[in-house]
């Protein structure tokens, strides 16, 4: 189809008003396996990470075998049953050469940055972003960050070194935004296409007729170059397609009733924290599932966590300060309590993606989650040691089910994997002694 | 002897391959000789009409060059913070791989990705108020005349070529009707400068070529293809205002005035990113961002001493050869440059914050940019220097010389696993080169490279590896000496080395290999290189007024046949651990 | 970097490789006794790494603390007596006046009458530091290496309180900005250096640095690096005593005080101040390590101890800051007020470690040539 007529085609349709059907572009049914769309495209991977304060005790963490069969220690304990859903990664280190150390702050920004801070600025975005960038950015949220602890400040996903992507934390507002009257149900029969798509793939196909001009100029072995950046332009004009294409219903997208008018009472007691959680962490699960975004942020705490333990009068930092080592455990008890707390909230949130079917699996196997925290020890605001998990198969891309010693390597590989594995094309992630090119490679398939 | 072969053929060949082995086995050197051919081709010079061009080529902006085209029309402001795909090294220019790299569909949507970052900021309240010429009759509305002025500005600075006129009306209307339909008149300049930043005209320049009236029967590179390959090889960016208009009026065509055109560009601070561009792609240092060394080896090599590296190079480069005016051989003896802190501790010299000019002492071994941290950490490994890279970096990189690559099969225990008795790299490299494969390409790189011992793999000095002190002497190209200072004096005294200059900075600015036609205005180039005592400017000046960089050769009936060496011809079970 | 001071051959040859050889000094008649361990230009400088207060802490055989020097227990700290002070049982009602503020008020204008709170000293035989008057007192430690006539009173005031312990938050705090705060930068620079084994006369000046410290992807403090001395704005951390080294060890002959800023989070910029500072430290051409014995003056200790932090981080390592600063002036053992007669210092000692570093005095002209190879050699790991 040449150019102008295509463009024609599609001023007419634009200026008609209402689309009802887009150009037959994707064909929306899976295949006989359930594993991609009928014509080859695999189901998309999604990204998530989520995040917890003040490391952990090593103790009682540190499963003390690697590689497939690996203990799960106390305060992991929560995680056992996901065992072929997850991997630990431990012995991670976040160097911060010459950077000052700010504690609760420096381990994270490394970790999402490759990059270790000189001021309560980033260097620049969060990975999580320019993974947005590449695979999300024609959903309806680019990203969707959220958190149980009752506080927008706590997110770490940062648009631009000193744009944090603010969080939501309560339960209420983000089921409005999310599943409010504007939400575009897949399964519903009426559709209204994106303005901005509309006039994005109008100018495109616009500048896309400049394309014979710049033919006739050149020879032949350029011609296959060119045309291998208009392929490249198609691509993209398919992708803004999809944007104005009615969606094909997803039967896994059930949002869930309006929760109640009245919300959640704000506070940092654990109940409230596990229950605040929960409920973000199911609508994040349904957002996700119902391909309004690709790419999530989730928090358990902040990572100066002030959660509190009822009948105990010090919140989680302070404890970890605090508390003296219990000498028989070797480690301080009540701070493991909190830390396994969150671990019980990681397990939920794993298992909030498990539950979703996608395909012949669920909507887990078609994601990957990294989650990461602050320090190693906190007590020592230690940056080595430090642990990350990740969950998920990535649509087949990581294996699952082991414990992986990092050897005190740079926390930016978990980062460059992540880039990679979503199919963002660096050579390299981090800065200065962070800088990685190297794949943590006994993960991938 | 071979060593004086070598030498007086290396004189004679610019492109010449050292076919170690076959020279080694006294044979017949190289399989392919450019200079021959260009003999040929300048046989026919004089008639006016001789075929001296480069291919018109079909060239992709680098990274850089896409930020700077930009945030010289936008102004600085404007954050990108991006990274294209990488390009491939072509005879030692990168900037040649820029007329080869085609653009994947990941890479579109890299450039999707940052025409909506820059045009969103380009249309933010704030800066919308200077980049837009007019105000509109209501934000929430089309204004065609506002948005045409807005429009002209930027597509006539962006596009390598003005788009016809009925094509820019379409993008006007374009741009109405996506302000209609947002219901805001910037929302749909927006979108439509987004689309704009995806253009073929902006991310391509398509050179074309055009009847040369003043040599018939030769083509020429038009007006606006000429504009911008000045503009890409002196500033590193598309074309400016100014020099579209000096293409327009044919400025470009009338040598007195192509000259003047020319020595403005050289009088403009731009051109100092021109020509860090240049040598930064010359001297390899996009190899800089992915270097690293043992922490454990190296301590004192801090993260961030491999930029402070190049960027000492760099200014020592901008001004030596721009700012002073200097013989550009003396680089390789010079010993002033500028320090910053963490190259102190390298180089163990006091020195405060930021960057400041400093002269070594003649004491300190740092004679020239090849005693320096960029050359020698670069070409190392992680935890130990190496004589071997050092040397094929030197010969390939400053000299254009081709070392073969390694053949398959050899034995590196003696180098990986040294033999305890074996305590220097020089001990290490001799037990290596009895091996007579090996023996032929070391004979090329150990030489020079040895010389570079006082030096560990992080740049700092040294007199002694294990405790046995360093024997620094080797040679070049048959002259002896006896230390780094001595391989300075011996590189500024070869005569390959103005001759690679002139090479690679023709290659960067035609944005492609040299092709054969090209030999003659080479030839020409390096002498008049002489003649100016070895200054950049009179060379930058010389290779944009030259035939050869305006007259377009046409492409050859089959592509030219590849480069061999000689030990590709090496029956491979001599290679084999013996 | 943890290289024991030898003169080896390896050495002799660096030195003379880097051109401050003997005979460039014995040639000019600068020195007779000048060694090869020399210094360029017979000055060498060393930053300050770490300044922390060591607390004996006695382990048994597997290394695990036995607290034999708190056989009274750990005290408590401002929260417990604050619980036991105001009991909460009974539905008693207190007023903010008579509780929080009357105890912060007890923190910011401390005084030396006897305390409510039982307080329990630190005894035993063993405390770190060095004898600083020459006698041997019934109240003077043992060294845990065997020095006699030790003097350190703050010992038995700080002992026993869990901030000043190992690896107490108040150490990691105190540690991490002494380090990462600009303003904490303070060094020391030795002159007229004959031998950095055996000399029985050289000048030591500290000064304050303007310059961050550099260390590596792995933590260690590279020496080598470049400090500015500010003669602007820190004349009070200028200060000059004299001093021998007897084999690398550098030891105060004439002491003179020692001035130490230690800025704390933005929120002061306190300056520490030990009266007759001796210095003991080992000397390598790369670091000096050791101790500084001396008076510390009370006012100053307590404003920088327990007034720069909120009574929130001091309640990290249970300090009781108004128990503390009783018992710091019944120990109190010089300097006595002449008004007063109560002592207004106590003896103690820091445990130091510092590096090598290059410095540039604001009257020399910075220098744009030249070059020190000092560290001529590097090995490269196999």
Redesign the interface.
Known sequence: MNGLSRRRVL?GV?NGGAVTVGLPLLNYYLNGNGTAFADGTPLPVRFGTWSWGLGMSPAAFVPKKTGKDFEFPEEIEALAPLRDKINLLTNITA?R??S??M?HFTGWAISRTGNAPNSRNLS?ETYDIKIA??IS?SRRFKTLTANAAADARVSFSYE?PNTPNPAEYSPVLFYSRLFGPEFPNPNAKEFKPS??A???K???S??M???D??NK???AE?R???D??F???R??EHQFDQQLTKPEPIAACNPPAAPKDSDMKLGNESPLVIQRHKMMTDLLAMAVACDQTRVINMAYCAMLSNTIKPGYEKPHH?TT??EPID?KLGYQPNCSWFTRRCMEGFASYVQAFANIKEGDGTLLDNMLIVADTDHGVA???SLDGMPVFTAGRAGGKVKTGLHIDMKGTTIARVGYTALRTM?V????FG???N?T?DLISDILV | MFRELLFTRFMKRPAVVLAAATMLAGGAVATFDPSLAAEKASAAKGSNSADVGT????RLLTTQQYINTIQYFFGPDI?I?V?F??LTRTDGVLMAGTS???????????Y??VANIVSTQVLDSRHRKTLVPCVPKSEQAADNACAAKFLSGLISYLYSVP??KD?FS??VD?AG??AN??NDFY??LQ??L???L????V??V???EEPDPKRPGRSRLDAFSQASRLSLFLWNAAPDAELRAAANRGDLFNEKSRARVVDAMLASPRLETGVRAFFDDMFGFDDV??L?KD?ATYPFF???AGADAREQTLRTVVDQLLIKNKDYRDLYTSRETFMSPSLGLIYGVRTGPGWRAYEFPPEAHRDGILTQVSFLALHSHPTRSSATLRGKALRELILCQKVPPPPANVDFSALNNPDATLRTARARLSAHAQNPVCAGCHKITDPMGLALENFDGAGRYRTAEKDTPIDASGSLDGKPFTDVVGLGQAVHDSPALPSCLVRRAFSYATAGTVPVTAEPTLAQLNKSFVGEGYRLRALLKAITLSEGFSDVTQ?ASKPAAPEKTASVSLPGKIASKE | MKKEWSISHALLRKAAIAGFTVASLSGSGAAISADDTAPAGRSIAYLFTSIAWPVYQSRDTAG?ETKDECPNGINDGAREQFAASFPQTNGQKWKIEDTAIAREAEIWFPTDEPDKFPFHEASGKFSYGLDLDGKNKPTDFTSPDGRTGVDNQLFRAVGCILSYRD?S?QN?FEK?YF???LFNRILFELTDVDSLVNDDDVTLTTYRGLD??????KGTFQADATQRIDKKWSQDFINTSKAKIVNGVLITTKPSDFYWPTEFVHQEAPTDWLRDAHFELKLTPDTAEGLIGGYVDIETYYRSQNRRYGTHQI????TASASLYKAIRRLADAYPDPATGKNTAISTALDVKAVQVRVIHPEEKVAETGTDTRRAQTAEAR
């Open positions: 001023r634009l160097f050469d010459n000052q150390l504690c620049s960038n590449q950015r631009d303005p901005r509309m006039s994005r109008s100018v495109l616009a500048v007729q400049e394309m001009a710049v100029r050149v020879g350029d296959a170059r060119l291998q950046y392929t490249g332009l691509h993209l302070t300060h605090e000498e007590r020592l605001h199919g094309d660096v050579q390299k800065d200065r002694s800088t090119s | 291919p018109k080529r079909l954050k913070d990274k795909a990488p080869l790299a085609g653009v994947s569909d990941a890479q579109i949507e890299t999707q990705k788009p016809p094509h379409i993008l374009e009707a996506a339909r947002l929302a749909g979108v439509t987004e689309g704009v995806l253009s073929p005209n991310l391509f398509a050179e074309k961002e992915t690293s922490a801090l993260g961030d492409p | 695990k690896g938050s990691l991490n380090q990462s705060m961050p410290l550099v260390w590596d992807a309640s990290y390592g249970k």
